[in-house]
């Protein structure tokens, strides 16, 4: 009797285990409500399971919630990530995940983490507005796909263009200590996410 007791107890935990893994890998979507429209991206936690992870902690976690898309470079890119509160920004800067092997190409609509180097991903995303697959050799590893809306992407404000120093747009230092507060006073036209949440896939 006390056999078969351990023996369903180890079998729950195998199952409740398998369960657990099977739910990080299934493959999941993400609605975007932005100032420009709706977009939906499509996680593949096969590609790259640190990012596709971090992803999902990030909009379970409401952190892409009234951020601003910051960097639009148009053929490019548009980066987003850094979170409007500079208190809340600061507690994920130093949280990096670890690379993931590339599997994926960065064409057009696939989304990656941005990186400063080895194992320094933390909460900013880009988005590919054409094919950048001279980035997959680099160790940018997309981890999603944007499968409706790449349209409202498309027309994400852009007219700042690179941020500084090397262009006009706005100086990621800034953001990180003043937020929102410095991107509405000196780039209001920037679009921003309203909401991201992840939704039923249909």
Known sequence: MVVSRLFL???ALLLASVTAQAQESKVFQVKF????GDFVMEVHPDWAPHGAARFKELVEAKHFDDCR????IEGFMVQFGIHGDPAVAAQWRQKNIPDDKTTQSNTRGM?????AGPNTRTT??????GDNSFLDRQGFAPFAKVIGGMDVVD?????YGEGAPQGRGPNQGQIQSRGNEYLKASFPKLDYIK????VPAP
Not at 33 to 36: K, R, V
Not at 69 to 72: A, E, K, P, T
């Open 33 to 36: 409500e932005t100032s420009a």
């Open 124 to 129: 900013q995303i880009f988005i590919n507005f």
């Open 111 to 115: 989304v990656t983490f941005a990186t």
């Open 155 to 159: 027309k994400l404000y852009s007219e």
């Open 195 to 198: 909401t991201a949440r992840i």
């Open 9 to 11: 107890a180890a079998a």
């Open 69 to 72: 898309f910051f960097r639009v």
